[in-house]
């Protein structure tokens, strides 16, 4: 073990946090728009509407990460028309191919648990509250949507998680995050134990912090633990 | 368009399809792998030994808490000096080089089994006492209590959940092409980069993995039937 190594290349690796928490709460603020309007969609009962969704998620949760990554970063800038659209400032560059790509999966993995989470409410909340003059609108935000995020936070957390680790992907196509600056030790000192355990360390506290947010989410909306 | 995908030498039809091969080798290889280290897992989990409790629980803390690129990285970089340490201490001293597809079974087996074993242990949790207490009072033990009793309704139970494991490993698998593995990922980013048609071969490697996706939810759908045959003639009553 190379302990001065480790020490040193933790000050190193610790700077590529920023870049990693940024890409995560972006993502993940714009997936969770995404996840509740491919979920509407998909319970909406107008096929018209359902059958996109449906088969917009399952292609997300059909294919890796790293294929969608490449599909958005190599993949589309193929075509002369996208390279002169107003979008290739955004396309051409990694980082917001990162974000992109990010957005889309977490949308389709999180719309499964919002699903999940509306079709648990009871649907004599849904007739009470028409009976007491709501209007759908104000049904939907008032009374199913606190008890969807009731529902659906436990796994949500979990898809948090898996976010903050999908997120060293974005390390393959050049961006300098926890795990890119990781690679880039390691294929310089040889050392791949202690880069590994340092950088593994990084995550797991990271993600360890999550799960305590999430903890005590959970007991501020009084859900009980299954377990 | 289709001109790429041509089989034979002048088109990447063949590759693609041998690296969509690849593809599933590396899968159930390192998913066979993950369900040997899920059983051993499984029961250190519920054994009654603290230190392997710990050792467990620290072997899935860390698999479901770091990213799946940092362990191929680790494996990729420090697997062969690992083997050749344990070798030394065997008395091997020559050069020993792991090849990408044993590399990447081991790595994607080792975060399979993680997965694996929370699944299993969940499965086991399941089976009611009585029947190991009913199996062990008719004088059974061993393999004719655990193989007879006991691992056809764990089967049955873990089934699902193996079935996303599966889908889970099959996906981790793209991540060993950075280690240089010819899989689909692999074979497409070739092509693509030869062809300058990223694009088409992209796409064709989506085609691939829902053809796979598709292909096995059949196979463990049919699995499902038969291992719980009994149990859907009961509800039908």
């Known amino acids: 073990m190379r302990f001065e190594l480790m020490y040193e290349s933790f000050f190193k690796i610790v700077e590529g946090i920023p870049l990693t928490l940024q890409v995560v709460s972006i993502s993940t603020i714009l997936g969770i728009f995404l996840a509740v309007a491919v ?21 997300i949760r059909g294919t890796p990460l790293l294929l969608q990554l490449y599909f958005v970063y190599y993949g589309l800038s193929q075509f002369e028309v996208i390279r002169e659209s107003i979008l290739w400032p955004i396309l051409k560059e ?13 949308g389709a993995y999180s719309s499964e648990i919002i699903r999940g989470g ?23 935000i008032l009374i199913t949507l606190p008890i969807t995020v009731r529902q659906a936070l436990p796994a949500y957390g979990n898809e948090l998680i898996l976010m903050v680790k999908a ?24 050392a791949p134990v202690e880069i590994f355990l340092v950088a593994g360390s990084i995550y797991l506290v990271i993600n360890f912090i999550i799960v305590i947010f999430v903890n005590l989410a959970e007991r501020r909306l009084g859900i009980e633990k299954a377990t | 368009m289709f001109d790429v995908f041509a089989l034979g030498p002048t088109g990447w039809g063949d ?7 690849m593809t599933v080798l590396v899968s159930s290889s390192s998913l066979l792998l993950g369900i040997t280290l899920g059983i051993v897992f499984a029961a250190c989990k519920l054994s ?15 698999i479901r808490g770091i990213p ?25 001293m020559g050069y020993i080089e792991l090849n990408a597809f044993t590399i990447g079974t081991i790595a994607v087996g080792a975060i399979s089994g993680a997965y694996s ?21 008719l004088g059974l033990s061993g393999y004719s209590l655990y193989g007879k009793i006991i691992f056809p309704q764990v089967a049955r139970i873990a089934l699902p959940g193996i079935g996303n494991v599966w889908q889970i490993t099959l996906k981790d698998t793209a991540l060993i092409s950075v280690t240089g593995l010819v899989e689909i990922m692999r074979q497409s980013r070739i092509a693509a980069g030869s062809t300058h048609e990223p694009f088409i071969f992209y796409t064709a490697a989506i085609i691939l993995y829902l053809l796979i996706t598709r292909l096995s939810n059949i196979f463990f759908d049919s699995a499902e039937k038969k291992y719980s045959k009994g149990y859907v003639a009961k509800e039908a009553l």
């Open chain 1, 94 to 106: 990694p980082y917001w191919c990162g974000i992109i790509t990010l957005t889309i999966s977490t």
């Open chain 2, 15 to 21: 590759e693609m399809l041998m690296g969509a091969v």
């Open chain 1, 167 to 190: 997120s060293s992907l974005i390390s393959i196509v050049t961006l300098m995050e926890i795990t890119g600056i990781a690679r880039t030790i390691i294929s310089k000192t040889y």
């Open chain 1, 39 to 59: 979920a509407l969609m998909r319970i909406s009962g107008n096929r018209l509407m359902s059958l996109p969704a449906y088969y917009f998620v399952y292609l």
């Open chain 2, 117 to 137: 074993t929370e699944v299993i242990r969940g499965a086991v949790n399941s089976v009611p006492k009585g029947q190991f207490e009913v199996g062990k009072t």
């Open chain 2, 48 to 62: 009654n030994f603290f230190i392997l409790r710990a050792i467990a629980a620290v072997y899935t803390t860390i």
């Open chain 2, 68 to 92: 799946e690129l940092l362990v191929i990285y680790l494996l990729f970089f420090g697997g062969s000096s690992a083997v050749m340490y344990l070798a030394k201490i065997f008395g091997y």
């Open chain 1, 118 to 140: 509306i079709l648990s409410v009871s649907k004599n909340y849904i007739e009470a509250s028409g009976a007491l003059g709501l209007s759908q609108i104000k049904t939907f």
